[in-house]
């Protein structure tokens, strides 16, 4: 049975961090409980829960734009329908929604695109949210001497620091926030590489004091930021070192992983090397990969050994969604699973090439990835509405208008990859499985990249990933490194992070022909949310918009 992260949630007033959004509520929350400010941050217990704890509440989400994954038009959305993994062909009059979708996928874009301010606000709030619980801490008379409290402190800078590094890489030149005091004329911009080495900073001063365990496993610890999260974190950050230092990201990097250099105890090292160095620290932690592929997944998945960080999931216990399910199947086939569908977002005609369906050399990967052809459930077929004709799925009929095709409603290979919980909630959104944010096989595929951008052999590692799956060995190429990514991470939010660095994301592909921002790299970041540029004159605003 899953243990319930203990937090007990107070009424935040707003701060001065409304300065960044339009919305005067921007650190409002409604109030759960009848504890004042006084009286929720009185001792380091208080500030344990109702400060470092309550952090978790916002992780994940079940309403549009909130939570790193699991709900809508968010996060996730703008990393994934934005590529060439996944789309939302409109179906009739299913799936046009004020053309959202094709905007994304599209790459039309613009700053008054619709939830790309409600993305940047949330991010902001976790990252103000920490500054006031931080704040808190150094309020405390035994701030610098209580052990306790000096790493809940660290804690909440990692926090800060995930947070600022999922904003760097969405809208590239972004203020640094480190304070609620902060007048609205005083925030400022940083270079996306100022962010980058923020973030850098922040995840290796906190990294000692962080908690040294494994956080997706069941416990105190569970779903919290512990030392694994950073060192993610931190190699994640190491392998786009080229891309975030690139301020002009219209232009090709001035500076070469090889030639860059970080410290990591009293060492030096460049780029690659440190990728590399963070990987290799996973070694202490235990990790390995989950056999079979599909048991990180599970309903039960607080048990891998292979997930890093997650979102933990509880259908009784936690209000957090995973909609992509719910989302991608037809209805019919959500009937047959107790429940309803939408069924909208497919895989794309490339991926699904690259999977090698259809062939007699199909990844074994795909079926656990995605339905297609004639769906099964529970080992009894699915069928249509007429009970008679079986619901078949056609993953080749894609496009981003499917409107009046044979296929209309059946285009799409649909997501499989999270096994269907029998006990969840709200049409499968409230499920047991917990959502995969990090995983130590996207570990194992960074060192071998860092490693071949460094002049050395990685085929051991991806050889590594591949054997799981019964796949031969193959030279650690570039290519055959980012063709491994696309199948073994499909759907997990890294998609345009891959693209971006192997400079592929303006490429053309079904139903995406490249734009004249893509041709020139301004659509590898998003432009800043139009009405913060009215608020915030002194700001520029991003290159294409």
Same mark, same amino acid.
């Given at each position: 049975?899953?243990?319930?992260?203990?937090?007990?949630?107070v009424?935040?007033?707003?701060?001065?961090?409304?300065?960044?959004?339009?919305c005067?509520?921007?650190?409002?929350?409604?109030?759960?409980?009848?504890?004042?400010?006084?009286?929720?941050?009185?001792?380091?217990?208080?500030?344990?829960?109702?400060?470092?704890l309550?952090?978790?509440?916002?992780?994940?989400?079940?309403?549009?734009?909130?939570?790193?994954?699991?709900?809508?038009?968010?996060?996730?959305?703008?990393?994934?329908?934005?590529t060439?993994?996944?789309?939302?062909?409109?179906?009739a009059?299913?799936?046009?929604?004020?053309?959202?979708?094709?905007?994304?996928?599209?790459?039309?874009?613009?700053?008054?695109?619709?939830?790309?301010?409600?993305?940047?606000?949330?991010?902001y709030?976790?990252?103000?949210?920490?500054?006031?619980?931080?704040?808190?801490?150094?309020?405390?008379?035994?701030?610098?001497?209580?052990?306790?409290?000096?790493?809940y402190?660290?804690?909440?800078?990692?926090?800060?620091?995930?947070? =600022?590094?999922?904003?760097?890489?969405?809208?590239?030149?972004v203020?640094i926030?480190?304070?609620?005091?902060?007048?609205?004329?005083?925030?400022?911009?940083?270079?996306?590489?100022?962010?980058?080495?923020?973030?850098?900073?922040?995840l290796?001063?906190?990294?000692?004091?962080?908690?040294?365990d494994?956080?997706? =496993?069941?416990?105190?610890?569970?779903?919290?930021?512990?030392?694994?999260?950073?060192?993610?974190?931190?190699?994640?950050?190491?392998?786009?070192?080229?891309?975030?230092?690139?301020?002009?990201?219209?232009?090709?990097?001035?500076?070469?992983?090889?030639?860059?250099?970080?410290?990591?105890?009293?060492?030096?090292?460049?780029?690659?090397?440190?990728?590399?160095?963070?990987?290799?620290?996973?070694?202490?932690?235990?990790?390995?990969?989950?056999?079979?592929?599909?048991?990180?997944?599970?309903?039960?998945?607080?048990?891998?050994?292979?997930?890093?960080?997650?979102?933990?999931?509880?259908?009784?216990?936690?209000?957090?969604?995973?909609?992509?399910?719910?989302?991608?199947?037809?209805?019919?086939?959500?009937?047959?699973?107790?429940?309803?569908?939408?069924?909208?977002?497919?895989?794309?005609?490339?991926?699904?090439?690259?999977?090698g369906?259809?062939?007699?050399?199909?990844?074994?990967?795909?079926?656990?990835?995605?339905?297609?052809?004639?769906?099964?459930?529970?080992?009894?077929?699915?069928?249509?509405?007429?009970?008679v004709?079986?619901?078949?799925?056609?993953?080749?009929?894609?496009?981003?208008?499917?409107?009046?095709?044979? =296929?209309?409603?059946?285009?799409?290979?649909?997501?499989?990859?999270?096994?269907?919980?029998?006990?969840?909630?709200? $049409?499968?959104?409230?499920?047991?499985?917990?959502?995969?944010?990090?995983?130590?096989?996207?570990?194992?595929?960074?060192?071998?990249?860092?490693?071949v951008?460094?002049?050395?052999?990685?085929?051991?590692?991806?050889?590594?990933?591949? $054997?799981?799956?019964?796949?031969?060995?193959?030279?650690?190429?570039?290519?055959?490194?980012?063709?491994?990514?696309?199948?073994e991470?499909?759907?997990?939010?890294?998609?345009?992070?891959?693209?971006?660095?192997?400079g592929?994301?303006?490429?053309?592909?079904?139903?995406?022909?490249?734009?004249?921002?893509?041709?020139?790299?301004a659509t590898?970041?998003?432009?800043?949310?139009?009405?913060?540029?009215t608020?915030?004159?002194?700001?520029?605003?991003?290159?294409?918009?």
């Amino acid at each position: 049975m899953k243990k319930t992260i203990k937090i007990f949630a107070v009424a935040l007033l707003p701060i001065a961090a409304a300065a960044l959004s339009a919305c005067s509520n921007f650190l409002e929350e409604e109030a759960k409980g009848s504890l004042t400010e006084e009286e929720a941050y009185a001792t380091k217990t208080d500030i344990l829960n109702n400060g470092v704890l309550a952090m978790y509440n916002y992780i994940g989400g079940n309403s549009d734009s909130r939570g790193l994954q699991g709900t809508g038009r968010g996060v996730f959305d703008f990393n994934s329908l934005t590529t060439d993994e996944a789309i939302a062909p409109i179906r009739a009059s299913d799936w046009y929604d004020g053309g959202f979708w094709e905007t994304l996928f599209t790459h039309t874009w613009t700053p008054g695109t619709a939830s790309m301010k409600d993305m940047w606000d949330y991010l902001y709030q976790v990252v103000m949210l920490s500054n006031k619980f931080i704040e808190k801490i150094d309020a405390m008379p035994t701030a610098n001497t209580d052990i306790d409290l000096q790493k809940y402190r660290a804690e909440l800078r990692a926090i800060r620091a995930m947070y =600022h590094f999922y904003i760097m890489d969405l809208f590239g030149n972004v203020p640094i926030m480190t304070s609620t005091k902060v007048k609205t004329e005083d925030i400022v911009q940083s270079k996306r590489s100022e962010v980058f080495h923020f973030c850098v900073n922040e995840l290796q001063d906190a990294f000692p004091l962080l908690i040294p365990d494994k956080s997706n =496993h069941l416990g105190p610890n569970y779903g919290r930021v512990t030392r694994p999260v950073a060192l993610f974190l931190l190699a994640k950050l190491m392998l786009n070192a080229e891309v975030y230092c690139n301020d002009n990201w219209t232009n090709a990097p001035v500076l070469k992983g090889e030639d860059m250099k970080f410290t990591i105890d009293d060492k030096t090292y460049n780029a690659w090397e440190a990728c590399i160095n963070y990987c290799d620290q996973f070694k202490g932690y235990g990790y390995q990969l989950e056999r079979p592929f599909s048991s990180n997944f599970a309903v039960t998945n607080e048990f891998s050994e292979e997930n890093i960080f997650v979102i933990p999931m509880d259908p009784v216990r936690y209000s957090n969604w995973y909609i992509y399910l719910f989302r991608s199947r037809h209805s019919c086939h959500g009937a047959a699973l107790g429940g309803s569908s939408e069924n909208g977002m497919c895989a794309t005609v490339e991926l699904v090439k690259a999977f090698g369906y259809d062939t007699d050399n199909v990844d074994p990967r795909f079926y656990q990835t995605f339905y297609a052809d004639e769906v099964f459930e529970n080992g009894k077929q699915v069928f249509l509405d007429d009970g008679v004709t079986p619901l078949v799925y056609y993953p080749w009929d894609v496009d981003m208008d499917i409107t009046g095709t044979v =296929h209309e409603k059946t285009a799409g290979a649909r997501l499989h990859k999270y096994v269907p919980d029998p006990n969840a909630n709200a $049409d499968g959104r409230a499920c047991n499985n917990d959502i995969v944010l990090f995983r130590y096989a996207d570990v194992l595929l960074m060192k071998a990249e860092a490693k071949v951008r460094n002049g050395q052999d990685g085929s051991d590692e991806l050889f590594m990933v591949r $054997d799981r799956v019964g796949l031969p060995k193959v030279t650690a190429t570039l290519d055959n490194i980012l063709h491994e990514r696309y199948l073994e991470l499909a759907w997990e939010g890294w998609r345009r992070n891959d693209m971006i660095r192997f400079g592929i994301f303006g490429d053309e592909y079904t139903a995406h022909t490249p734009t004249d921002n893509d041709l020139s790299g301004a659509t590898t970041v998003f432009p800043i949310p139009g009405d913060l540029m009215t608020m915030h004159p002194t700001w520029k605003q991003n290159p294409g918009y």
